[in-house]
């Protein structure tokens, strides 16, 4: 999934980010603006995992909406 589709499928995408982290609130997500890198750092910040961990994740999220 390109830059572009992930894009068209945000809120879709963000649902399920907020499903695999529940502490993170719909205002956390909205500061985003629909940037990965910004929505990833925010993870990492309230959960204290690592990069690798968050990429790790929600590259897992992408693969299964291509589905």
Same mark, same amino acid.
């Given at each position: 999934?390109? +830059? !572009?589709?992930?894009e068209?499928k945000w !809120?879709?995408?963000?649902? +399920? $980010?907020k499903?695999?982290?529940?502490d993170l609130? !719909?205002d956390?997500?909205?500061? %985003?603006?629909?940037? /990965?890198e910004e /929505?990833q750092?925010k =993870?990492?910040q +309230?959960?204290?995992e %690592?990069?690798? $961990? $968050?990429?790790?994740k $929600?590259?897992? =999220? =992408?693969?299964?909406? +291509?589905?």
């Amino acid at each position: 999934m390109n +830059k !572009d589709q992930l894009e068209g499928k945000w !809120d879709e995408f963000t649902a +399920k $980010v907020k499903q695999e982290w529940g502490d993170l609130t !719909d205002d956390e997500v909205r500061q %985003t603006e629909g940037n /990965l890198e910004e /929505l990833q750092a925010k =993870i990492q910040q +309230k959960y204290g995992e %690592t990069r690798d $961990v $968050v990429a790790e994740k $929600v590259n897992n =999220i =992408i693969e299964r909406m +291509k589905q």
